[in-house]
């Protein structure tokens, strides 16, 4: 349900919400229930909505690139983010970090943010496998690359690891040992990651 330039307006009355809840959850989140986020963020995705200020504003030679981590004091994201900024460093740009708290109104707030300032490309790992909201910032050429996705679109870039094989790989080795009883901690429900992994453990665990 696509819709040219659609207005805050038509967002507000496809989510049931106030005008000034779509600009508080697209300017300051926080000040919005998570229900509510939740219902904007799929009218904004529904409808393909993007600020205006967004719109062919890329730079083509800003040196800046825009790193999007659900979260941090996480060893893994810290050292991925010093792998990128190690391999273009070398080129002579820098990245900047932003934190999404696995919130994807926040995600979208911090790519839109990241737009304006005309950021060269911005890398995000998605807070989940819907990516078809980032279908509009692509079609305005804004430069998205993604981490541990797998869902293609059109022009989409993106660098992941196999869950699947992953998960079948793990319960495989164990039960090479001849462990029988085996315990998996999964992350939460939302995280694609571990359902992905979750596949393959199943399928091993049948086999």
């Not at 800003?62 to 391999?87: C, H, M, R, T, W």
Request: charged share 20%; glycine share 8%.
């Amino acid at each position: 349900m696509r819709v040219d330039n659609p207005s805050l307006r038509e967002i507000a009355k496809l989510a049931n919400v106030s005008v000034g809840t779509v600009s508080n959850v697209l300017n300051n989140p926080a000040k919005v229930s998570i229900d509510r986020r939740k219902k904007v963020q799929s009218a904004i995705s529904q409808l393909g909505f993007l600020p205006e200020s967004v719109k062919g504003n890329t730079n083509k030679n800003s040196k800046l690139i825009g790193l999007v981590l659900p979260l941090s004091g996480n060893p893994f994201y810290e050292e991925y983010a010093q792998g990128l900024e190690d391999a273009v460093g070398a080129a002579g740009y820098r990245v900047l970090i932003g934190y999404s708290r696995e919130d994807e109104s926040i995600e979208l707030q911090i790519i839109t943010s990241m737009a304006e300032a005309n950021f060269r490309a911005i890398v995000v790992n998605p807070v989940s496998s819907k990516v078809n909201r980032f279908e509009t910032f692509i079609d305005n050429d804004i430069r998205l690359a993604f981490l541990s996705q797998t869902d293609e679109l059109k022009n989409q870039c993106t660098v992941y690891m196999d869950q699947v094989s992953g998960g079948h790989m793990g319960i495989t080795y164990l039960h090479s040992l001849g462990h029988k009883k085996i315990l998996w901690l999964s992350g939460p429900k939302k995280h694609h990651q571990s359902n992905e992994r979750f596949v393959g453990i199943s399928r091993a665990a049948t086999e």
